[in-house]
């Protein structure tokens, strides 16, 4: 609780809750109009049902080089790992807002990666086409001059890395993609000695990618993989002796497969910290259903299935392992142009950081970065496509308590809540996926407390009467287009400035006994500041 009230204000407030049983926000009548529908959110106070990282945010940086192509377009340009621009202005400070971002490096080509090694007089030369080969190219070579570069950017982004290891080295892959043989990690060990002695920090080393179950390329089994996997802890806890912080180790970096994901977790016993999995839920890039599926919630909804059977698994495995969603560009084959890097693809990636969330998944990693057309900056110019700035508002404003919440009165809209990042209040996000109506919500709180705010610096305060109000982030897209690359806030357009700067995230704010407005096509985060629930001390 608060100190005592000491704002009329605040009385008026503590009146209207008195008389209208926890209901905060006011339901208003509809007068007729047909473009409107009321709808409630109801929020559970009472404890958090997931918690997640404070760096929840995660995007990916892949290997593919500009002659990666899907139905004949080739979307990847210079957004490699072996070619970025490390000195573009505009990606400095794209990372930099986070604050920190965790980045995962990995992808379909790790797995045939060679490191450079000191001495090593082979030549270190990027991917070469090659249709022969399983992964469409021959071996690549990451040089340790680019991991040098790389490591310098990630210092000054302030970002967090998850390194993924190359987990074919050694082994046999016959004709049928399935790989035989134990991990050969002379390679992958050759590299963390190389980045400890240079002082590089990385927060975890990833275990191979798109290897579990049946495989993309190829395919490993359970109990080998999980062998493998302990001998990677074993290497970690080897050459991090004595160090403050361990990196984590994390596996598989695959899709997730009910039969082999528990054998796996369960017999690397410990040695598995973070278990990956892999989301395209969508389907193929080429699909011309891509829009249809993002907006029809019911399918939207059919992913709580795997994020509840892992989390089941990992509740009954005994371990501490816990789960994270390791690459997610939604479709795959580098997703779709004008549709995943467009404003309507928040849609489905909101919705997909909610649900994730409130399954106790800890950290979810965005395929891409930059790369592909599902990237959260643009791969030509670096600018922020739609979902970065939902990324970031999402990043800003929810914090690591989830609170269950339903919505009642339409399907169309998705309702997701978190204890507030940066106040001790609540945040929820209301995603409205029908194109015509406006929805009117009433918010329904189970155990809510309204403390005063000290000062005007912990919960906003109107400038002329003093009354407690609660701020909104409406998210809509430049003229009405769905599918526009350019994302409003509150209205204005989101763009870098002339020096490369993210714009600021600035909310509106708004009287609470007012329903909270959530337009046709839209998106809003309310921040309630002055709120408290038990779940959230």
Same mark, same amino acid.
């Given at each position: 609780?608060?100190?005592?009230?000491?704002?009329l204000?605040?009385?008026?407030?503590?009146?209207?809750?008195?008389?209208?049983?926890?209901?905060?926000?006011?339901?208003?009548?509809?007068?007729?109009?047909?473009? @409107?529908?009321?709808? +409630?959110?109801?929020?559970?106070?009472?404890?958090?049902?997931?918690?997640?990282?404070?760096?929840?945010?995660?995007?990916?940086?892949?290997?593919?080089?500009?002659?990666?192509?899907?139905y004949?377009?080739?979307?990847?340009?210079?957004?490699?790992?072996?070619?970025?621009?490390?000195?573009?202005?505009?990606?400095?400070?794209?990372?930099?807002?986070?604050?920190?971002?965790?980045?995962?490096?990995?992808?379909t080509?790790?797995?045939?990666?060679?490191?450079? +090694?000191?001495?090593?007089?082979?030549?270190?030369?990027?991917?070469?086409?090659?249709s022969?080969?399983?992964?469409?190219? %021959?071996?690549?070579?990451?040089?340790?001059?680019?991991?040098?570069?790389?490591?310098?950017?990630?210092?000054?982004?302030?970002?967090?890395?998850?390194?993924?290891?190359?987990?074919?080295?050694?082994?046999?892959?016959?004709?049928?993609?399935?790989?035989?043989?134990?991990?050969?990690?002379?390679?992958?060990?050759?590299?963390?000695? $190389? %980045?400890?002695?240079?002082?590089?920090?990385?927060?975890?080393?990833?275990?191979?990618? &798109?290897?579990?179950?049946?495989?993309?390329?190829?395919?490993?089994?359970?109990?080998?993989y999980?062998?493998?996997?302990?001998s990677?802890? !074993?290497?970690?806890?080897?050459?991090?002796?004595?160090?403050?912080?361990?990196?984590?180790?994390?596996?598989?970096?695959?899709?997730?497969?009910?039969?082999?994901?528990?054998?796996?977790?369960?017999?690397?016993?410990?040695?598995?910290?973070?278990v990956?999995?892999?989301?395209?839920?969508?389907?193929?890039?080429?699909?011309?259903?891509? @829009?249809?599926?993002?907006?029809?919630?019911?399918?939207?909804?059919?992913?709580?299935?795997?994020?509840?059977?892992?989390?089941?698994?990992?509740?009954?495995?005994?371990?501490?392992?816990?789960?994270?969603?390791? &690459?997610?560009?939604?479709?795959?084959?580098?997703?779709?142009?004008?549709?995943?890097?467009?404003?309507?693809?928040?849609?489905? $990636?909101?919705?997909?950081?909610?649900?994730?969330?409130?399954?106790?998944?800890?950290?979810?990693?965005?395929?891409?970065?930059?790369?592909?057309?599902?990237?959260?900056?643009?791969?030509?110019?670096?600018?922020p496509?739609?979902?970065?700035?939902?990324?970031?508002?999402?990043?800003?404003?929810?914090?690591?308590k989830?609170?269950?919440?339903?919505?009642?009165?339409?399907?169309?809209?998705?309702?997701?809540?978190?204890?507030?990042?940066?106040?001790?209040?609540?945040?929820?996000?209301?995603?409205?996926?029908?194109?015509?109506?406006?929805?009117?919500? &009433?918010?329904?709180?189970?155990?809510?407390?309204?403390?005063?705010?000290?000062?005007?610096?912990?919960?906003?305060?109107?400038?002329?009467?003093?009354?407690? +109000?609660?701020?909104?982030?409406?998210?809509?897209?430049a !003229?009405?287009?769905?599918?526009?690359?350019?994302?409003?806030?509150?209205?204005?357009?989101?763009?870098?400035?002339?020096?490369?700067?993210?714009?600021?995230?600035?909310?509106?704010?708004?009287?609470p006994?007012?329903?909270?407005?959530?337009?046709?096509?839209?998106?809003?985060?309310?921040?309630?500041?002055?709120?408290?629930?038990?779940?959230?001390?």
């Open positions: 609780m608060g100190s005592p009230p000491n704002h204000g605040l009385f008026l407030w503590l009146y209207y809750l008195a008389i209208s049983g926890s209901k905060f926000v006011a339901s208003q009548s509809n007068t007729g109009a047909p473009a @409107v529908v009321q709808g +409630t959110a109801y929020i559970s106070g009472t404890i958090s049902v997931g918690t997640t990282d404070v760096d929840f945010i995660c995007a990916t940086l892949d290997w593919w080089p500009p002659q990666k192509c899907d004949g377009t080739c979307s990847w340009s210079t957004a490699s790992l072996l070619n970025l621009d490390l000195t573009d202005i505009v990606l400095l400070n794209a990372i930099k807002a986070f604050s920190p971002l965790k980045i995962r490096i990995g992808g080509l790790q797995d045939n990666v060679r490191y450079q +090694t000191v001495g090593d007089q082979t030549p270190c030369t990027g991917f070469v086409q090659n022969a080969d399983p992964f469409g190219f %021959t071996q690549g070579c990451l040089p340790m001059a680019r991991w040098d570069a790389l490591n310098v950017f990630f210092k000054e982004a302030g970002a967090r890395i998850i390194f993924g290891l190359n987990a074919l080295t050694g082994r046999t892959v016959g004709s049928d993609g399935t790989a035989t043989g134990a991990w050969n990690s002379a390679n992958a060990e050759s590299l963390i000695k $190389y %980045t400890i002695n240079k002082g590089y920090t990385i927060d975890g080393w990833e275990f191979g990618n &798109e290897l579990s179950g049946s495989g993309i390329v190829a395919s490993v089994a359970a109990d080998q999980a062998a493998d996997t302990i990677l802890q !074993n290497l970690v806890q080897k050459h991090y002796r004595g160090f403050t912080l361990t990196p984590i180790v994390l596996g598989p970096g695959g899709f997730f497969d009910a039969t082999w994901f528990p054998e796996y977790i369960q017999k690397s016993q410990n040695s598995l910290q973070v990956t999995h892999h989301i395209y839920n969508l389907g193929a890039g080429v699909d011309d259903h891509l @829009v249809d599926k993002i907006l029809d919630p019911n399918y939207l909804g059919g992913e709580s299935q795997t994020f509840s059977s892992l989390q089941t698994i990992l509740k009954n495995s005994g371990t501490s392992t816990v789960a994270w969603v390791g &690459e997610a560009g939604g479709a795959y084959n580098s997703g779709h142009n004008h549709v995943t890097n467009t404003f309507v693809f928040s849609f489905w $990636y909101l919705d997909q950081l909610g649900m994730a969330a409130s399954f106790d998944t800890k950290t979810y990693c965005r395929q891409s970065l930059i790369g592909g057309n599902y990237g959260l900056l643009n791969t030509t110019t670096f600018v496509n739609p979902d970065y700035y939902s990324a970031l508002l999402f990043h800003r404003l929810m914090g690591r989830v609170l269950a919440t339903t919505f009642n009165g339409t399907n169309k809209v998705r309702a997701y809540t978190h204890c507030a990042q940066k106040s001790k209040g609540i945040t929820l996000l209301l995603i409205n996926l029908d194109g015509n109506n406006t929805a009117q919500v &009433e918010v329904s709180i189970s155990n809510v407390i309204v403390t005063q705010p000290l000062n005007r610096n912990s919960a906003p305060l109107s400038a002329k009467s003093g009354v407690i +109000t609660r701020e909104e982030y409406h998210l809509t897209a !003229n009405g287009d769905f599918q526009s690359q350019t994302v409003l806030l509150n209205g204005k357009p989101l763009t870098v400035d002339s020096s490369g700067g993210i714009p600021p995230l600035l909310p509106v704010r708004v009287d006994s007012q329903p909270v407005t959530v337009g046709p096509y839209s998106i809003v985060f309310v921040h309630f500041p002055s709120i408290r629930v038990p779940a959230c001390k």
